[in-house]
């Protein structure tokens, strides 16, 4: 049988006032995940092979200084003809 379980996240809000302040938080967090799945890797054998599991590639200094805009450009909307409505 199954057992229901709950996830619960916690998050840590941050008040960011600038993109240096930004890229540090990001780096911070990005370099802790990377270390924490260098420490899980299995040890090298040579009887099985590279068995490594695939990990963060490292951070590159080079990140963008502008920040991404990611909402949708605005464009009119298109009006579309309705079809005939089936019986029910």
């Known amino acids: 049988?199954?057992?229901?379980?709950?996830?619960?996240?916690f998050l840590r809000?941050?008040?960011?006032?600038?993109?240096a302040?930004?890229?540090?938080?990001t780096l911070n967090r990005y370099d802790f995940i990377r270390?924490?799945?260098?420490r899980v890797q299995p040890r090298h054998d040579w009887s099985v092979?590279?068995?490594q599991a695939p990990?963060?590639?490292p951070a590159q200094q080079g990140?963008?200084?502008a920040a991404y805009d990611l909402r949708p450009?605005?464009?009119p909307l298109r009006a579309v003809p309705l079809g005939e409505a089936a019986p029910l």
Do not use: E, F, H
């Open 73 to 75: 450009s605005p464009r």
């Open 63 to 65: 990140i963008p200084q």
């Open 55 to 57: 990990v963060l590639p």
């Open 49 to 51: 092979g590279d068995m």
């Open 13 to 19: 809000p941050y008040i960011v006032r600038d993109a």
């Open 1 to 9: 049988s199954r057992t229901k379980t709950n996830l619960m996240v």
């Open 21 to 25: 302040a930004g890229r540090s938080i």
């Open 35 to 38: 270390r924490a799945q260098q």
